[in-house]
C-alpha cells in the first residue's frame, strides 16, 4: 500500500513508503534497495535537500527522520498539536527548498474529544534551531477546513494547501503562516502539487458526501467537518 514519495534529485535516488516501510529506490535503473530502512511504521516522506534527511510519519500522530548518509532512523519528534504531544492525526509534509521549514498538515480526523485530538491545523516548524523536540519551534495555524497537503512555491513563499474538509485550496504566506486567500473548488481536496513556473495547480478532490473509515468510526468528511470557516477571498 504505497503512501507517499520524494525525491534527492542530485542522488537520483527517491524515498517512497508503504505502509510500514520506509524505502530507497534508484530512480535511473527502477532497481528498489534499501526496502527496510525504516521498518515499524512510514508514510509520506519529505526529503530536506539542505539537510540531507528525510522526513516522515512515524505513526498517525508522530514524526520521524531518517539519514541517508549514516542509515539511521531516528528520533521520533513529538508533534505539540493544540498544545499536546503526539495527539493528532498528521497527514501531509512538505520541506521549504532552503530547509529552513517544515509544514506538518493535522486535518484532524478523530472526534475532537480532548487530548486525543486537537482543532483542523498545520503547523510550521523552524529547523533552524537546534532542538527539533522543543515545542518553540513549531507555530500551529488553526484552519477548520481541514488542512491535508502542501505545495510550495519556489521561492519558498507561498503555501498551498489542499483541504479535506471543505471545497477549497487555502493560500496561506509561507513564512508567517497568515491566510492570504482560499482557492473554490467544487470537492473537499487531497493531493496537490504546483508546476515548476508556478503557474498551475494539480489537485485531486473527493466528494463532499464521500465516507471515510478510522479505526471504529465511520463518518463523511463533510459531517465530520462539522461546518466550513469562511470562505477568504483574494
Known sequence: WPIGMSFDLEQGIGY???????YSVITS???????DVCPGWAS??????VGKRVFFLASGESLSTYDPATGVCGPQLPHFCAGYANRCTISGLTVSSDGERLYVAAPSLEPATPPWDGPPSFSIWDLTAGD???????????????PH????????????????????????????????????????????D??????RLFVTQVRSDSALSR????????????????????
Open 44 to 49: 509520506t516522506p519529505a526529503f530536506d535537500h
Open 29 to 35: 535503473s527502477g532497481q528498489v534497495a534499501n526496502a
Open 16 to 22: 517512497g513508503s508503504t505502509i510500514g516501510i520506509l
Open 149 to 192: 497537503q502542501f505545495a510550495l512555491s519556489q521561492d519558498d513563499s507561498t503555501l498551498y494547501v489542499s483541504m479535506l474538509r471543505c471545497d477549497r485550496i487555502g493560500v496561506y504566506d509561507a513564512i508567517t503562516g497568515e491566510h492570504r486567500y482560499d482557492i473554490r473548488t467544487d470537492a473537499e481536496t487531497m493531493g496537490i
Open 215 to 234: 479505526g471504529p468510526f465511520d463518518f463523511t468528511l463533510r459531517e465530520r467537518a462539522g461546518g466550513c470557516p469562511p470562505f477568504k477571498k483574494k
Open 194 to 199: 504546483l508546476s515548476a513556473d508556478g503557474t
Open 132 to 146: 527539533l523536540d522543543d515545542r518553540d519551534i513549531q507555530t500551529e495555524i488553526p484552519d477548520g477546513a481541514g
